[in-house]
């Protein structure tokens, strides 16, 4: 196995851990409420979010197509692929950013409530892990542009791409116990 490719898997282990511990405070303060989330708080923007979902998702469809035009050799096809991932992610974190930048108008801001702190901390910290995510992406196609990754040697690439699918595969599981539990 790949150096990369392992350390990567030892990354996402730790990440685990980090979105349990996250995930698993959140719950128990949803629980304990009486009501939530709280009287005179606005809703999440279930709607936008659900969109924005499809969105972080087709990134991740862009990224398994640059591995398969990659594979065939296309190197044209593979870079058009992974900034076509690249610009899905900044969309998804620019439309979450909008949606951010409303919640605080309306009042839902990280001292405003447990509801407040524990929304911008998960989704927060899911949204830092894109932008990280986004960085190793936009280096990775900028060095297969360069024809960095030839000749076989495509490790840090599959090992972007894994990441990539980790923070994606990660979404659904805080879009659901956030937005929709």
């Known amino acids: 196995m790949d150096n990369a ?9 730790g990440e685990i851990m980090l979105f349990a511990g996250l995930v698993s405070a ?12 709280p009287p005179l708080q606005p809703r ?3 709607g936008v979010t659900g969109v924005n979902t ?8 862009m990224i398994v197509m640059a591995g398969r035009a990659l594979g065939r050799g296309e190197r044209g096809a593979a870079l058009r692929s992974l900034w076509s991932a690249a610009g899905l992610g900044a969309t998804f974190l620019v439309v979450q ?19 407040g702190s524990t929304f911008y901390t998960l989704v927060g910290a899911h949204a830092a892990h894109v932008l990280g995510a986004l960085v190793w992406l936009t280096i990775s196609a900028q060095l297969l542009g360069r024809g960095r990754f030839a000749a076989g040697r495509t490790g840090p690439l599959r090992a972007c791409a894994l990441y990539w699918h980790f923070v994606v595969a990660l979404w659904p599981v ?3 116990a956030v937005y929709l539990l």
């Open 5 to 13: 490719l392992l350390a990567t898997l030892f990354l996402i282990g």
């Open 97 to 115: 950013g909008y949606e951010w930048l409303r919640l605080v108008s309306y009042g839902l801001t990280v001292s405003s409530s447990a509801y």
């Open 174 to 176: 805080l879009y659901v």
């Open 26 to 37: 959140f719950l128990v303060l949803r629980v304990s409420a009486p009501v939530w989330p």
């Open 54 to 61: 499809i969105i972080l998702f087709s990134s991740s469809a």
């Open 44 to 46: 999440l923007p279930v």
